[in-house]
């Protein structure tokens, strides 16, 4: 470059022209000097460039290197002035525009110190990209956290990919880069081109991306949002909630395999699409919940949104981000409420997205021992660092707020809270004192479930913890990990290995069924038959029960109504719910078509109907996690495969009993003690024949007799279907 023809000298002018100055604006945009007002551009586009002032001719500006740096020189002026800047591209239309370096930051100091604190909830109304007017001006204002890089540029479909358009400053020592670009609007594509202090170019998304371009593109895209929530009477409602005492039955949903197009490619449903099927289907069978496996957009289908790319932007698959809004919107109106799988545990390995977002380790450890999960090739969040811990919080609150979803499932849990989890001696290290446990992972799930519960009040925080960790869903100030409610992994595991066993080998293991009881009401907790156990060779829950179809059919039936009746909220995935043969596949549609079948349709109905009752009597959810809310009958029979407990409300007044024959036999005169006397309504019978079974009952009902038995002042002799469930409402 040609220095002399500079009005004055530029100090770092080398480090602007080579892209690796840190504050631009330094430089750029308009400075007062002892000798007038001088303006500079970098523009490499242009032939010719103008300053335009109001009430003033226009004012060339002198070209100073042919690599598009040009400067004018307002001799004897005293104070910066508004202008613009009339532009003449090499071959182009001449156009007007604000200057970008002419504006100051759009972040205060109370962000940049509230961010450092990792306490900024509505981080995501700051960082990122944001319509914004700005000193009278509209534009965007590009915001990303990069510290210890040599400079940043902000590339898009509006300035050619081209990072010497526009580069970023740094505000101080934040780490944070911002720059406003006037005159561009929502929906345009950027990245971030970050040039390492090891010279290194890289070009990265944003991580606080409202919007991201349909994969396998990786573009961020501007988002604005328009859409207003008309879910105002649930929002209400929910503030007053008490989640513990209530009837919670979810639906859990893979949106692109729940329902395809089939004419169209075997396209998966779009969200303004999907949403009158879901709603509909959902309020025929009488589920409370929705909850959708991940729905923040990631790069590989195939991780069933499991390993997020871009936490703040829904993916594009089925939309933008206002039809997931309109699909939650429509699911609230209609009574439904809507919880997302969230993953604050790992994220993946691709170039464009979090990894090595600075060039090195930033929202992860660079050491792999803590850094790297072995078994699912993903990086691990460092919850030491407050701008990570700070970037989790306020996305877990985006979802919450900005979307109204009701609830957030964290995933992989126990991932987060053990140093250990899935390694050897040698590969992990250990924390500050000498223990396995994650000290800064702990706190910030506390921390995460204190702010969430205190600005949300009705939310469902729930934990897939499948470890003896105590106090997962009690509060924090107990010593808990303020969860609402955790998975019940246990009882999982053991009532799927004790429904694959013949019935004829059933009596050896009847403690699977009477184990759970050791443990049941140190949490709150949700019983799940979730996607996880129809994957990966596991077999469909259909295929997974021993004996012919009829006896796979009726174990099933037997199986659902058993958890319905058991102390806990329900979750089924998908598919689950009228026995799909076949195991899912995400990258087809269910097989609706086995409705035709009259098992299929019978055992659809039989959880619409248990649904339908659960929902209306509080002895089956009032007293989830009180011991006075179960009492066993019998559980010692193993011989016949039978066990009968009661569950009660909390104020005693509502009662109903559950009646399991887990073998193939009927047993008739099988007497059982009961609580009270009088007639006992027959409401559940999985053996009737509207659900494909043999019609073995009790004729509606049984009067008890005044026979002590089993501990109870009254008896009766009942008739058991076989591999069925039976429910009896107590008389008052």
């Known amino acids: 470059m040609d220095h002399s023809k500079l009005a004055f000298p530029i100090e770092g002018l080398d480090d602007l022209i080579s ?198 593109g990786t573009a961020s895209v501007v988002h604005h949002s328009t859409y207003k929530f008309e879910d105002h009477q649930w929002m209400e409602a929910r503030k007053s909630q008490n989640i513990l005492r209530r009837p919670i039955s979810i639906y ?186 994650n000290l800064e992972a702990i706190d910030f799930l506390k921390e995460l479930n204190e702010v969430a519960h205190a600005e949300h009040p009705g939310i469902l925080m729930m934990a897939e913890e499948s470890t003896s960790w105590p106090g997962v869903s009690r509060p924090t100030y107990t010593g808990g990990l303020g969860f609402g409610y955790k998975w019940n992994m246990g009882w999982m595991h053991d009532t799927l290995v004790y429904f694959g066993k013949d019935p004829i080998y059933r009596r050896y293991h009847q403690n699977l069924l009477t184990f759970g009881f050791l443990y049941a009401w140190t949490e709150n907790f949700i019983l799940p038959f979730s996607h996880d156990e129809v994957v990966h060779g596991k077999g469909s829950l259909l295929t997974k029960m021993p004996g012919d179809r009829w006896q796979k059919f009726a174990n099933l039936r037997t199986l659902f109504a058993y958890m319905w009746s058991y102390p806990g909220k329900k979750l089924t995935f998908m598919g689950c719910e009228f026995g799909q043969w076949n195991e899912w596949n995400h990258r087809q549609s269910l097989d609706w078509h086995v409705l035709w079948g009259e098992e299929h349709s019978g055992l659809q109905r039989l959880i619409r109907d ?36 009661i569950r009660t409300a909390s104020n005693q007044e509502r009662q109903l009993i559950s009646i399991c024959n887990f073998s193939p036999t009927v047993r008739q005169n099988y007497r059982l003690g009961l609580p009270r006397r009088g007639w006992y309504s027959e409401i559940l019978n999985t053996d009737a024949a509207c659900y494909g079974g043999s019609n073995v009952g009790n004729r509606g009902g049984i009067w008890a007799e005044e026979i002590p038995w089993q501990g109870q002042p009254f008896s009766a002799n009942f008739h058991l279907p076989p591999l069925a469930v039976m429910w009896f409402e107590v008389p008052k």
Request: charged share 20%; glycine share 10%.
């Open 610 to 645: 248990m649904n339908r009752i659960y929902k209306g009597e509080p002895a089956l959810w009032d007293a989830d996690g009180e011991p006075s809310g179960f009492q066993w009958i019998d559980f010692n029979d193993v011989d016949a495969n039978v066990i009968a407990f």
């Open 19 to 216: 892209l690796r100055h840190s504050n631009p604006h330094q430089i750029l945009g308009v400075h007062l000097t002892p000798r007038g007002v001088v303006t500079r551009v970098l523009r490499p586009d242009l032939s010719g460039l103008f300053l335009l002032r109001s009430g003033f001719s226009p004012q060339p500006f002198i070209q100073i290197d042919p690599i598009g740096f040009f400067e004018v020189l307002i001799a004897d002026e005293t104070e910066i002035f508004s202008y613009e800047l009339e532009l003449h591209p090499i071959g182009g239309k001449i156009s007007r525009i604000h200057d970008p370096y002419s504006f100051l930051p759009t972040l205060g100091e109370l962000d940049l110190h509230l961010f450092s604190q990792g306490r900024h909830h509505r981080l995501y109304d700051k960082l990122g990209s944001h319509v914004l007017e700005w000193r009278g001006v509209s534009g965007i204002t590009f915001t990303v956290w990069a510290p210890n890089v040599a400079s940043i540029s902000v590339v898009g479909d509006f300035n050619g990919w081209d990072g010497r358009f526009h580069m970023m400053r740094c505000l101080g020592t934040s780490g944070i880069w911002e720059l406003f670009i006037p005159g561009i609007k929502s929906g345009v594509f950027y990245k971030y081109e970050i040039r390492t202090l090891d010279s290194e170019l890289i070009h990265k998304s944003d991580p606080y991306a409202q919007e991201m371009e349909m994969p396998p």
């Open 252 to 437: 859990e949903v893979h949106l692109g395999s729940w329902r395809r197009v089939p004419e169209e490619g075997n396209r998966p449903l779009r969200y303004r699409e999907v949403a009158p099927l879901l709603v509909d289907y959902v309020l025929d069978l009488g589920f409370t919940h929705v909850e959708f496996l991940p729905l923040m957009e990631h790069p590989f289908g195939g991780s069933w949104g499991y390993q997020v790319s871009s936490y703040y932007a829904p993916t594009s698959r089925y939309g933008a981000p206002d039809d997931f809004r309109f699909l939650i919107d429509y699911l609230h109106q209609k009574g439904i409420g809507v919880i997302l799988d969230w993953v604050p545990a790992h994220f993946p390995k691709d170039l464009f997205a979090l990894g090595r977002f600075n060039g090195t380790a930033l929202y992860e450890h660079l050491d792999a021992r803590q850094g790297e999960h072995p078994d699912w090739g993903t990086f691990i969040f460092n919850y030491g660092r407050n701008e990570v811990k700070n970037f989790l919080l306020a996305n877990a609150l985006f979802w919450l707020s900005e979307y109204h979803v009701d609830g957030l499932r964290l995933d992989a849990v126990a991932s987060m809270l053990y140093l250990d989890y899935s390694r050897k001696e040698g590969e992990w290290v250990a924390n500050q004192q000498g223990g396995r446990e």
